[in-house]
């Protein structure tokens, strides 16, 4: 974020779902960037409220509950490799919980490593989209989708996010979350659309 001088287009992102109804905050890695601090000196120059930041422990607590983690440039402080391998060089170290995230968008220049000089494992997970480009073109690039005011493909988006994300939720075990999700998809995507079919058959399925 701070090499892309993001933190402008991540705020307009955040209004425009916040303006319709969409719960979003910011949380920032104690460590992250070039010294501590850096990240939020970034989100003051956007005029983020420092209340809208989240504590990394308390963000930690709500992740598993977050439909997208949205992550702009980190990688080794999220990296679960930390909390999950313990040949890691990294494991042990607190991170923000993206992975625990139902789905999670990563924007990032390329595929490079971290400070530690590993792989991410966050970015193989089944439920994660890799992003690649600069960080304030892509992140405008996603508030633009957002804002986009056409009805009709407003419907389809949401369809397609209900259907995949209760999927996901399926790979992982979670019936109960991805029932409502093909609910609704069975409800409101266009008839004979994939999705609709797909959500119907997973319903029958899950009788």
Wanted: charged share 25%; hydrophobic share 45%; with cysteine.
């Amino acid at each position: 974020m701070a090499v892309a001088r993001a933190q402008h287009a991540v705020r307009d992102l955040t209004n425009e779902l916040t303006s319709r109804g969409v719960k979003a905050r910011y949380a920032i890695h104690p460590v992250a960037g070039r010294l501590p601090g850096h990240m939020n000196v970034l989100l003051a120059e956007a005029y983020i409220p420092y209340t809208d930041l989240v504590e990394m422990d308390d963000i930690n607590h709500d992740m598993p509950q977050a439909d997208v983690a949205l992550v702009v440039g980190a990688n080794d402080v999220v990296n679960p490799a930390a909390h999950t391998d313990k040949s890691s060089p990294i494991y042990g170290m607190p991170i923000l919980n993206a992975d625990k995230a139902r789905n999670v968008i990563v924007i990032k220049r390329g595929q490079g490593t971290g400070f530690s000089g590993i792989e991410n494992a966050l970015f193989y997970l089944d439920q994660t989209r890799m992003l690649y480009g600069d960080g304030q073109a892509k992140a405008d690039e996603v508030a633009s989708a957002a804002n986009d005011g056409d009805p009709s493909r407003l419907v389809e988006r949401v369809c397609d996010a209900d259907f995949y994300v209760a999927e996901a939720d399926l790979i992982r075990g979670d019936a109960a979350a991805a029932k409502p999700l093909f609910q609704r998809a069975a409800d409101k995507c266009p008839f004979a659309s994939f999705e609709r079919m797909g959500a119907t058959a997973e319903l029958e399925q899950m009788k």
